[in-house]
């Protein structure tokens, strides 16, 4: 691994945690509290796409208009404290493509720190919040892809220049 670096412009105060980290091909994300921390790939083959989704469920389950996220490849994605911490809660019932969707979060302070899809065997799907070095939210994990744009709020236009796609992009 390299050498992290952590630029304070980069690395804001925001939540508990204070020791998030980014190097050029890897970097962490942390729940609020800082109980849990992953790290993860900001490029491929372990970083797999980036998109932002308008369904129902995300807004919902992120108490937000829209989910900002990205897909990592497990074999690539890496728990370096609180595993143990994370709480699951999965359903079908409204998951668009009728498939089971597990969330897993901070069982301390709630933060959601990924999905698990049926749909999407061996991949994660994280939220682009969590990721300490908020550079990489308006660079590497910019979302490539708006998904759900038919159920995407009046006053929001999208993302600028992602490609977009009414129902589901995957």
Known sequence: ???????????????LG????????????????GKVQLSFPTQKPGLVDTFACNCNDCRKITASMFASNFTVDDTYLKH??????LKTFGQKATIASG???TNFFCGN????????????????ILRI?????????????????????????????????AIQYEESAY
């Open 18 to 33: 204070k020791d998030g980290w980014s190097t050029d091909t890897e970097a962490t994300a942390t729940c609020f509290c």
């Open 99 to 101: 498939e089971t969707m």
């Open 109 to 124: 302070c709630g933060s959601l720190m990924y999905r698990k899809g049926d749909r999407f065997p061996g991949m994660s």
């Open 129 to 161: 919040g969590t990721v300490d070095d908020f550079h990489l939210h308006e660079t590497k994990l910019k979302p490539r892809v708006e998904q759900f744009t038919n159920s995407r709020v009046a006053w929001f236009s999208g993302v600028e220049g």
């Open 80 to 85: 370096l404290r609180g595993q143990y911490n």
């Open 1 to 15: 691994m390299t050498t992290a670096s952590k630029p304070e412009s980069n690395i804001p105060l925001a939540g």
